[in-house]
Nanobody
Framework: QVQLVESGGGLVQAGGSLRLSCAAAGRTFSRNAMGWFRQAPGKEREFVGCIGWIGISTSYSDSVKGRFTVSRDNTKNTVYLQMNSLKPEDTAVYYC????????????????WGQGTQVTVSS
């Protein structure tokens, strides 16, 4: 059974930082593009950022560009989301996702999902 398990969420003050981790179990995702999404209460799930299988290519939504960084360690089958300069509007459940593709062509296509981790940013 394939599992993506997020960790690292929590409560942080505005301007603070958090690092989320996503560990894969059941199979390796070292040759898959990986991504992060988030869903705030009453809103649709939205794309946050993604990284190609080698770990060089990245893409971010405009709302987090310059503040968030996606990285990966294929030796640990883990992907990370470093979040800096957090704002109250970043409050959401954050989901890790894996694609069947090694990269993306304009849009990251998620095929596997984690269960999500809550991030709350207080003002």
């Amino acid at each position: 059974q394939v599992q993506l398990v997020e960790s690292g969420g929590g409560l942080v003050q505005a301007g603070g930082s958090l690092r989320l981790s996503c560990a894969a179990a059941g199979r390796t995702f070292s040759r898959n593009a990986m991504g992060w999404f988030r869903q705030a209460p009453g809103k649709e799930r939205e794309f946050v950022g993604c990284i190609g299988w080698i770990g060089i290519s990245t893409s971010y939504s405009d709302s987090v560009k310059g503040r968030f960084t996606v990285s990966r360690d294929n030796t640990k089958n883990t992907v990370y989301l470093q979040m800096n300069s957090l704002k109250p509007e970043d409050t959401a459940v954050y989901y890790c996702a894996a694609s069947n593709a090694r990269s993306w062509n304009g849009i990251f296509i998620p095929n596997y999902w984690g269960q999500g981790t809550q991030v709350t940013v207080s003002s």
